[in-house]
Nanobody, 125 residues
Framework: QVQLVESGGGLVQAGGSLRLPCAVS????????MGWFRQAPGKEREFVAA????????YYPDSVKGRFTISRDNAKRTVYLQIDSLKPEDTAVYYC??????????????????WGQGTQVTVSS
């Protein structure tokens, strides 16, 4: 059984930084393309970052490029999302997700077969 567990969320002031880890168990971590998504109240789930199986490729939408950094430590079976210069509009539940099937990343949530429970990030102005 594949399990993803996010942590690291909380209440942060605008301009601050957070690093969100997501630990993966149940299958070799290198099998997975990993992604991060977020969902604010009343909004659709939004893609914010993805990383290739080797960690050599990273992908971001223009909306977060330059402030979000995804990385992975295959030995620790963990993917990270570093968020800098936090803004109130970054407030959301952040989810990590794993895709075992695709050959390259996708920004579409249905592509990812495994999801964590989410961690809340709240940014105060």
């Amino acid at each position: 059984q594949v399990q993803l567990v996010e942590s690291g969320g909380g209440l942060v002031q605008a301009g601050g930084s957070l690093r969100l880890p997501c630990a993966v168990s149940g299958r070799p971590f290198s099998y997975f393309i990993m992604g991060w998504f977020r969902q604010a109240p009343g909004k659709e789930r939004e893609f914010v970052a993805a990383i290739s199986r080797s960690g050599g490729g990273t992908y971001y939408p223009d909306s977060v490029k330059g402030r979000f950094t995804i990385s992975r430590d295959n030995a620790k079976r963990t993917v990270y999302l570093q968020i800098d210069s936090l803004k109130p509009e970054d407030t959301a539940v952040y989810y990590c997700a794993a895709d075992q099937i695709s050959s390259t990343y996708s920004p579409r949530p249905p592509t990812y077969g495994y999801w964590g429970q989410g961690t809340q990030v709240t940014v105060s102005s």
